[in-house]
C-alpha cells in the first residue's frame, strides 16, 4: 500500500512557475515508477509526466515537454513536478501517482493521491 499527498498547488499568472511535491508512505518507494496526472474541468483525466524507479528515464506528455520537469528523490519518498511557462490551459487538478505497469509508452497508476488544484490566470 502507498499512500500520496500531494502539495504546491495554486494561483499564477501565464507565464509563471509552480512547484508540485509528493510524498509517498511507505517502503515500497522505490519499487514504483512514479507520476502526474491532470484533470481540467469537464474533462478525461490524461497523463502528464512520469519517472522511473532510479530516476534514469523520464516521459512526458507533449503539451508539456520543454515546459515541465519531473524528479524524485527515493532517500526522501518524494516526487516533484517543477512548471514553468505556465499556460491558462495547465488549469486543472494535478494528481500523484504510483504504478508499476507501462502501456503504450503511458504508466497505469495504481495509486492516486488527493490532487491538488492548479489554476493559471491569463
Known amino acids: 500500500q502507498v499512500q500520496l499527498v500531494e502539495s504546491g498547488g495554486g494561483l499564477v499568472q501565464a507565464g509563471g512557475s509552480l512547484r508540485l511535491s509528493c510524498a509517498a508512505s511507505?517502503?515500497?518507494?522505490?519499487?514504483?515508477?512514479m507520476g502526474w496526472f491532470r484533470q481540467a474541468p469537464w474533462k478525461e483525466r490524461d497523463f502528464v509526466a512520469a519517472i522511473t524507479r532510479n530516476g534514469a528515464r523520464t516521459n512526458y506528455a507533449d503539451s508539456v515537454k520543454g515546459r515541465f520537469t519531473i524528479s524524485r528523490d527515493n532517500a526522501k519518498n518524494t516526487v516533484s513536478l517543477q512548471m514553468n511557462s505556465l499556460k491558462p490551459e495547465d488549469t486543472a487538478f494535478y494528481y500523484c501517482?504510483?504504478?508499476?505497469?507501462?502501456?503504450?509508452?503511458?504508466?497505469?497508476?495504481?495509486?492516486w493521491g488527493q490532487g491538488t488544484r492548479v489554476t493559471v490566470s491569463s
Open positions: 511507505g517502503r515500497t518507494f522505490s519499487m514504483y515508477t
Open positions: 501517482v504510483a504504478g508499476r505497469t507501462i502501456v503504450d509508452g503511458r504508466l497505469v497508476p495504481d495509486y
